[in-house]
């Protein structure tokens, strides 16, 4: 610790280290950005050009619609095949279009006449709507 009278307060020196200083972040770029106007990194790789065409053609495709409605989910999701995760969608947007969650405990789902086949149960938890809807699953064959 050294006082500096100019500015006043107490300044840390520390002895030279006998490491190089850490390259920071800003100092990489820059060091990047020096390479790449050159024209030494002007070539990519094949890897590079693999991930870059990756990037710009993956598109999401929306999950196969391979699941049809059996008896006790067609009066809830409706008709026509559905993928598994459409199925609970479908499930929770019934049960928020009727006010099927309990006011006490929005995570517990109270079943009603329709939703009774399909849960098994006239309550049940949120974390449990995924495996109770799995039951009625079938692949289409």
Not at 63 to 71: E, G, H, L, T, V
Not at 75 to 94: M, S
Not at 114 to 128: A, Q, S, T
Request: net charge positive.
């Amino acid at each position: 610790m050294a006082w500096d009278a100019a500015a006043g307060k107490v300044n840390f020196e520390f002895e030279a280290s006998k490491y190089p200083a850490r390259k920071t972040a800003a100092a990489t770029k820059t060091a990047a950005a020096g390479v790449a106007k050159t024209g030494a990194a002007a070539k990519k790789s094949p890897a590079a050009k693999k991930t870059a065409a990756a990037k710009k053609t993956t598109a999401r495709k929306p999950a196969a619609a391979n699941f049809p409605p059996d008896a006790a989910r067609a009066p809830v999701i409706g008709e026509g095949a559905v993928a598994r995760t459409e199925v609970v969608k479908k499930v929770w947007d019934y049960v928020k279009a009727h006010n099927l969650q309990d006011p006490a405990d929005k995570r517990v789902i109270v079943a009603d006449a329709k939703l009774l086949p399909v849960f098994g149960k006239d309550r049940i938890g949120m974390f449990e709507v995924t495996g109770a809807v799995g039951k009625h699953l079938l692949p289409n064959d």
